[in-house]
């Protein structure tokens, strides 16, 4: 199986980390992001999106990261990361689509703001973008510090795709200025996170 990545994507973490939970060795091929790789012809033939990650597998070219962690998943027996009881995976399911539509929009004006601007050199933040940021972030995230508080992680069955997919934007909280600060659940859950072999492989990855 080969990826199409880059190391700084949220979206391309989140994949490598679901491949590490499973064992599955990929072949990572970088897509060069800041030169513009991903603009290139051959690129959109795989991917109209101008988007990382893409998974192409046997002829079989799959974008979204979503839909890859599941993939993967899917692809493994006796996995525990995304089991087949139908309530589980709508359970899981729905903190993926969750994490899509709700948590990543902010994450994603913070991370271009704060920290993507200033390393490809196109002028310093917009503060009526980093407020538009913060307000939609610190929503999404009293939500999932509120789930989390009664809960080791995202879903009942365990971690899941759910945890990996929403803690893989965290790996920028610093460059990107994310206001977690104040909510106690989420910081536990996502130091339990940090701590997994999958992660540490990841941002080992990123280096």
Sequence with gaps: MRLYYHPISTCSRRVLMTAHSLGIQLDLVLVDLV??????????????NHRVPVLEHDGFVLWESYAIMQYLADRVADQTIYPISPRARADINRWLFWCGQYFMPGVAILNWENSIKKMIGIGPADPLEVARGESLFLDAA?????HLGDREWVCDTGLSLADLAIAAPLADQ???KLPIEGRPNL??????VQALDSWKKTQADAQ
Excluded: V, Y
């Excluded at 051959?42 to 109209?48: G, I, M, R, T, V």
């Design 35 to 48: 030169k513009g790789q991903q603009n290139s012809p051959e690129f959109l033939k795989l991917n109209p």
């Design 142 to 146: 009293k939500i999932l510090d509120d």
């Design 174 to 176: 610093h460059s990107a």
């Design 187 to 192: 910081q536990r859950w996502l130091k339990q």
